[in-house]
């Protein structure tokens, strides 16, 4: 994951830019990167760490430059190191690069003969140095005196003929020297949006970073080139015929505003969206309530496609991460609820297997971004395949949201924090609804759970007021040599989910587990160097889990119980307990 940002306008260009980055910093913070157009050459500056260590860099020589490109960067290709930070140099071009390009050995080989030299060791350098190649190839030796049309031209020929041998999913943007006020780029796979304001043109990967600008953007279609200058901006698709003339933007307004990407008072975004839970429920929800509370879910969406889901025999529901332990948790409810065959699976494995999809087999995506490349790849799959497709999705205009067949939409608004939190609770919250909805069509309907359901932004509420219990916890925590993570039933993914979570936040390494498994071998492990965190409810399968937790005991673990308010019993156990509303 990493961002990009570019401006051109009537105004200096380094202040949106870093501002830009700091938007973006979510996606990527091992370094970062910035070119500013000026008529001499580029000025190019980069820095390992943070986007403040290049703020700080360029604060001794604040720029008056009006255009410019930048990059925060996540290392994938090649180690984090200023020689590898964007924006990458190759002759007149200047460029920063999302994604992958997965044949740039190849390329790198073809060009190192043609006597192109390398200093880093990203696939970026070379995307750069191909597209260089076609440039002087096209313009000869001519380039800088040419007409600003023909430069033009020959710039958008240039990169149509580079990506002609190009493979990979990827976006990026570039500048070319002496072509003053322009900036290129291509949608190849990653996203890319285009914003206007009255002062200029905003292109960057992600909205975050131009909503403080402008309420409308252009979301450019998969597989299109573009150009823009302080007054317009324009794109076609990449096999357009070359006589066939370049798009105006199509701008829409967007439903998010500015204000709801700001922290808010919190010290992280992390925090603030996990406190945004309760009102992400209740908004994922809207629209979803009943009219008589006892019917369940009359759901608008579902309306449409009641037929559909009266006679599905088979669902599969796909994602990665956070949304694929979502989509587990969601296995219980059609299967409890809706008594509908679930089969689950995650994007990258999907996407390489040969699955069956026999007559009625729905399939549903969940993702948060929309854009999750295995997960696209993995719809894609089933569309080809004929299948009705379905995407639960948190940002409605994403690639994902529009290639499904239909939209589930979560609510949950910006997810800045790079650990997901609330989107996951609204991906929860959606696919139960739609698990409650599904039960009521197929004449099974489930009173209790859809109470719940409809009770859940006000227990939230209450959960979330024992903040200062948490954080005691957390610091004890800390000290473990290890923590797992426990429960059966619903709860074995959310214990999935809990050391995925811990793993990514703190790097104390963490496991999840089905309960029952435990004794299978994880249970070797435990010391009292270990924490369990052990997810225990008074469901229909919590004498099992509490016989579980005894295993732990009896290994001198350190136990944490997350389990049912008021349970004594189960607080008299453990070194901690946090009970739940049920
Ligand atoms: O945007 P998506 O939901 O498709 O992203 C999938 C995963 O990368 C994501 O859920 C990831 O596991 C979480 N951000 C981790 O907290």
Request: negative net charge; charged residues 25%.
């Given at each position: 994951m990493c961002g990009i940002i570019g401006y051109t306008g009537s105004k200096p260009a380094q202040p949106f830019l870093i501002e830009g980055l700091k938007k973006l910093e979510y996606r990527g913070y091992d370094s970062a990167g910035i070119a500013l157009y000026s008529p001499k050459d580029f000025q190019i500056f980069r820095a390992v760490g943070p986007v403040a260590e290049l703020e700080n860099q360029l604060s001794s020589s604040p720029s008056t430059a009006t255009q410019g490109i930048a990059h925060t960067r996540w290392a994938t290709h090649g180690g984090p190191s200023e020689i590898n930070a964007h924006p990458h140099r190759s002759g007149e071009l200047v460029l920063v690069h999302n994604g992958i390009i997965e044949n740039h050995i190849a390329l790198k080989e073809v060009l190192?003969?043609?006597?192109?030299?390398?200093v880093s060791q990203t696939d970026s350098e070379v995307l750069a140095a191909w597209i260089e190649h076609q440039r002087a190839q096209l313009s000869g030796s001519h380039w800088k005196n040419l007409p600003l049309a023909e430069k033009r031209q020959i710039a958008i020929q240039a990169i149509k003929q580079a990506l002609e041998h190009i493979e990979g999913h990827y976006a990026f943007?570039?500048?070319?020297?002496?072509?003053?006020?322009?900036?290129?780029g291509a949608q190849m796979g990653a996203p890319m949006v285009i914003a206007p304001t009255e002062h200029g043109f905003f292109v960057a990967s992600d909205l975050q970073a131009t909503l403080q600008h402008s309420l409308k953007a252009f979301i450019l279609p998969k597989n299109s080139i573009f150009w823009l200058d302080s007054k317009t901006s324009f794109w076609n698709p990449i096999h357009a015929p070359k006589s066939a003339p370049f798009r105006p933007s199509a701008y829409e307004t967007l439903e998010w505003s500015a204000e709801k990407v700001?922290?808010?008072?919190?010290?992280?975004?992390?925090l603030k969206e996990i406190f945004q839970q309760p009102i992400?429920?209740?908004?994922s929800l809207s629209g979803r309530l009943p009219e008589a509370e006892t019917q369940g879910f009359h759901w608008d969406h579902l309306k449409a496609n009641e037929v559909l889901w009266k006679n599905v025999k088979r669902l599969y529901l796909i994602a990665c991460g956070t949304s694929y332990h979502a989509a587990l948790v969601a296995k219980y409810f059609f299967e409890r609820w809706s008594r509908l065959d679930c089969h689950v699976d995650i994007a990258s494995e999907f996407r390489y297997r040969s699955p069956v999809f026999e007559p009625g087999t729905v399939v549903g995506v969940i993702s948060q971004s929309g854009e999750t490349a295995d997960t696209l790849a993995a719809l894609r799959l089933a569309n080809e395949a004929g299948c009705s497709t379905f995407s639960i999705c948190n940002v409605p205009t994403s690639t994902i949201a529009r290639e499904s067949?239909?939209?589930?939409?979560?609510?949950?608004?910006?997810?800045?924090?790079?650990?997901?939190?609330k989107a996951f609770t609204a991906q929860l919250t959606v696919l139960s609804a739609l698990a409650l909805d599904v039960a009521r069509l197929r004449g099974v309907g489930q009173t209790e759970a859809f109470h719940a359901l409809a009770r859940l932004p006000h227990d939230l509420d209450r959960v979330l007021t024992h903040a200062e219990k948490y954080i005691q916890a957390g610091k004890s925590m800390a000290q473990s040599r290890l923590v797992l993570f426990i429960g059966r039933g619903p709860l074995y993914p959310l214990a999935l989910e809990g050391a995925l979570k811990l793993k990514e936040l703190t790097y104390v390494p963490a496991e999840g587990f089905a309960a029952g498994e435990l004794k299978h071998?994880?249970?070797?492990?435990?010391?009292d160097q270990v924490t369990t965190i052990v997810l225990a409810p008074q469901d229909d399968l919590y004498l099992k889990t509490v016989s579980n937790l005894q295993e732990v005991k009896a290994r001198g673990g350190k136990i944490i119980a997350i389990g049912t308010e008021g349970d004594r019993e189960l607080a008299g156990q453990c070194h901690d307990f946090f009970g739940l509303p049920q």
């Open positions: 190192s003969k043609k006597g192109f030299q390398f943007v570039a500048m070319f020297r002496d072509l003053e006020d322009h900036i290129f700001e922290k808010d008072g919190y010290e992280t975004f992390m992400v429920v209740a908004d067949s239909f939209q589930y939409p979560t609510k949950a608004g910006p997810e800045i924090g790079v650990a997901s939190t071998g994880p249970i070797a492990y435990i010391d």
